[in-house]
């Protein structure tokens, strides 16, 4: 039986840490993997086609190990976010990495504030173009009444 647990408790930490066990550590197959994280194996065979993921390979069988568990919890926090590929693969060189973990947290902090800052830019918009469709629906609203 697999010591890695089946269900998430605890929301997936985009600061890491992410487990280094290169060993012969108990491994999941993609099936658990999958049903861990409540993805398809599409997703699973994108990420490690993107290089986010290095899952086992036996065969044609692919085993994931915790060093992956732990990636996917910080692949997900970031996809929920919004941040691009290209930040997930920032996050996790950053959390993997040998940078002082003080470091570590300004540099997330400050790649989630940045986030924050587009998101909230986002929203503006969608308010206005909301407020937009709401005069042309009232308008056309009006002119039905009229005719």
């Given amino acids: 039986m697999n010591s890695i647990p089946m269900k998430l408790d605890l929301v997936p930490d985009i600061a890491g840490p992410i487990r280094d066990d290169e060993g012969d550590g108990q491994l999941l197959a993609i099936s658990e993997m999958s049903e861990l994280f409540s993805v398809t194996l599409r997703t699973l065979r994108f990420y490690e086609e993107k290089g986010l993921l290095n899952p086992v390979r036996r065969g044609a069988r692919r085993f994931y ?53 587009l998101l909230r830019e986002q929203e503006q918009a969608l308010q206005e173009q909301i407020a937009e469709v709401k005069s042309v629906v009232d308008a056309l609203e009006n002119m039905l009444e009229a005719a």
């Fill in 65 to 117: 190990r915790g060093r992956d568990v732990s990636r996917m919890r910080v692949i997900l926090q970031a996809k929920k976010i919004g941040l691009t590929l290209a930040e997930v693969r920032r996050i996790i060189k950053l959390v993997e990495g040998t940078t002082p973990r003080d470091e570590q947290l300004k540099e997330l902090k400050e790649i989630c504030g940045s986030q924050e800052q």
